[in-house]
């Protein structure tokens, strides 16, 4: 059984799916996963607090997720929701800076935190699966941005 069911391409109704390493086999998913540690979360629980300085990357497991940003003083806007086969937490862990936005579990949600130690770890043991991962994070941070342009700009950017 493999740890992400993904469809051969995201459904035509949803383009906006951003499927981490579709095409990754069972062993390749035992590999990254070994390199990660669980962590669950209940409703409600923010797994990614704005502004903390932390470098983790989290591959969505199991669950929803709302990613929320700072609209004004003390309040947030919902931006996205992730759920199963998502990542979340790229920025940071690409750039060092602090979290961009708030992420608070939607329903119970279990997700796989990578380190940039044990991504380290990854690619000294896996060297062409840790250059996927990166080129996949690449691709995702790639669509996010075309689609935020897009939201603000009415018109894509090459």
């Given amino acids: 059984m493999s740890f992400f069911d993904y469809p051969n391409e995201p459904p035509a109704s949803s383009p906006a799916v951003e499927l981490l390493l ?20 209940n409703p409600g629980d923010e797994v990614v607090t704005a502004g903390a300085l932390e470098q983790s990357l989290y591959l ?8 929320l940003a700072e609209h004004g003083r003390r309040r947030y806007q919902r931006i996205a929701l992730v ?5 979340i937490g790229e920025l940071s862990f690409f750039d060092g800076e602090a979290r961009s936005a708030l992420v608070r579990a939607m329903t119970p949600a279990v997700l796989a935190e990578l ?7 990854l690619s000294a043991a896996n060297p062409a ?6 080129l996949d ?17 009415g018109a894509g950017v090459n």
């Fill in 22 to 41: 579709a095409d990754a086999s069972d062993e390749e998913w035992a590999t990254l996963l070994r390199h990660t540690r669980y962590r669950r979360f």
């Fill in 60 to 67: 969505v497991l199991e669950g929803q997720l709302e990613v």
């Fill in 83 to 87: 759920g199963a086969g998502s990542v």
């Fill in 115 to 121: 380190s940039r130690a044990e991504f380290d770890s």
């Fill in 129 to 134: 699966l840790a250059r996927r991962l990166l």
């Fill in 137 to 153: 994070l690449g691709r995702i941070l790639a669509r996010r941005l075309r689609a935020a342009q897009r939201s603000t700009s």
